[in-house]
């Protein structure tokens, strides 16, 4: 049953809702935010979480409906290119199916089934639309069994596959969805690791092996160009090979690769991924853990000679103890989450980055990005321990009290004076969201039974 929820407005909350943020010490935009005592029982933190889903999905029905992202403050919508690709529908259509908001879900999955197309002339980010779209179709197929939606993946997944035809098979960043023309030769691991999961996986349920193939040989020709010290850089060029930047680290334009290479042999039991992940994990513990007297974090050094060049970590960063925790190490995990959590509470948001050694912030904006979440998730449903459901509420919390509007959620320009900023990313719904509903309702989902992409969107191996 679906409910129409608002805070602070003309609509009134469902009781177990308002009990939740009251216990939360949430209150309406302008008012003063109460010390949060101990908290709200799980069930009314799930039904404040999804009264939440519904509010910035509701935002986006409303005022940018069919195209790709909303901006709450302005209540208008915009598209990354000339032609919309539904973005924020296909992004947050699991998440609907999966809070059990079955009419908002139904009528997302129809725009989308009816309305998405790929034949236009766009030159799109390679990255992002696979990871956005191509995984969401992916998952929401899974969910629902609607063939369109697979179709769809198939269409996205062959218009995608010219990217790859560099002389060294990594992918350029940018491909034309009609001609197959290419550009940005210049890439990072992110973007050329960051694929496997979702082709892999277009590859199983279509029965066609290219798409496995061409992604997995992007993954093993970069690990290929690793530096002797078993790091990778941050920028690199896929037609010669040559890395462009040595700086490395576990944040933007590395993060995920290092997650696709453990999850590919979760999901796929590719063992030759799995023995990737354990040669570059050796080297993040080696080179780049900073373990001291003011907990675990993980800085930057040079791919070349493992040597200390920054001690910064930020919101990006924060998948990592989700990681550690689904390799295993526990121990290690909730150390950095710790760490993560000590970021967060600073300013009462997450930075984009911070310099963990003098504590003060390098960036200061806050992307409603989901990595913190997730790993709480993750430890959450791997030990079973009340600390993380603690630390979601504080973030669900904070998220209200700091990123919502009448019209949806937005990001900060700074968590230190917590201007808002104008737009609501697609994964706001597709990720962040979708971890705190699951952190406090798991029997949505069974944890143990998928792999998520690093967009949040679950897989499971139903071939």
Known sequence: MQRNIHLCGARILAGSVLAALAVLGVGCAGQESPTPP?????????????????????????????????????????????????????????????????????????????????????????????????????????????????ELAEDLGERLLPAFESPTGMPYRYVDLVTGETSGPESNPAEIGTLILEFGTLAKLTGRDVFYDTAKRALVELHHRRAPTGLVGEKIDVETGEWTSTRSLVGARIDSYYEYLLKCELLFGDAECGAMWREAREALHRHLADDGPDGLWYGEADMRTGERTATRYGALHAFLPGLLALDGDLDRARRLQESGYRMWSLHGVEPEVLDYRTMEVVSAGYRLRPEIVESAYVLHELTDEPRYREMGR?????????????????????????????????????????????????????????????EAHPLRRTW
């Open 394 to 454: 504080t973030f669900f919390r904070d998220l209200v009290h700091h990123c919502r509007t009448e019209a949806g959620y937005t990001v900060l320009e700074s968590v230190v004076t917590k201007e808002q900023g104008d737009l609501m990313h697609s994964f706001f719904l597709a990720e962040t969201l979708k971890y705190l509903y699951l952190l406090f309702e798991p029997k949505a989902l069974d944890f143990r039974g998928v792999v998520f992409n690093t």
């Open 38 to 150: 101990a908290g709200a029982d799980d069930a009314a933190m799930a039904e404040a979480v999804r009264s939440e889903i519904l509010h910035a999905w509701r935002g986006y029905e409303r005022y940018a409906w069919g195209q790709d992202e909303l901006q709450p403050l302005s209540r208008t919508g915009r598209d990354w290119h000339e032609a919309g690709l539904l973005m924020t529908p296909v992004d947050a259509l699991d998440t609907l199916i999966l809070a059990g908001l079955d009419e908002a879900a139904a009528r997302a999955r129809e725009l989308v089934a009816a309305e998405l197309r790929f034949d236009h002339p766009i030159e799109v980010q390679v990255f992002e639309i696979t990871i956005r779209i191509l995984g969401g179709l992916l998952s929401s197929y899974q969910l629902t069994g609607d063939q369109r939606l697979l």
